[in-house]
């Protein structure tokens, strides 16, 4: 059975986030003052080839903590759904 799995990481809220806080700034020079505290992450949509849902969100959660996101800095989310 074949999942997708959409995938975004983040920087945790506590960690600066330079290209987030050049954004923002930029937003006034745009004549859009109103928008603010912006945060960049990274998006990841993937396929996943597994026996159930579960299995899929395990070899999911794996990629997230061993290569796609770093839990230092990172946190992420992901939803699966069936391809």
């Known amino acids: 059975m074949k999942f ?3 995938i975004d990481v983040m920087p945790h809220k506590a960690l600066l986030d330079p290209q987030g806080k050049a954004v923002s ?4 020079n745009l004549n859009l003052p109103e928008i603010g505290n912006v945060r960049i992450g990274k998006h990841i949509s993937l396929e996943v080839e597994a026996d159930s849902k579960a299995t899929a969100e395990a070899k999911v959660d794996e990629a997230c903590k061993k290569l796609l996101a770093n ?3 990172e946190y992420y989310e ?3 759904s069936e391809a």
Not at 25 to 28: E, I, L, P, Q
């Open 25 to 28: 700034g930029s937003m006034k």
């Open 78 to 80: 992901y939803k699966i």
């Open 71 to 73: 839990p230092i800095m």
């Open 4 to 6: 997708i799995a959409e």
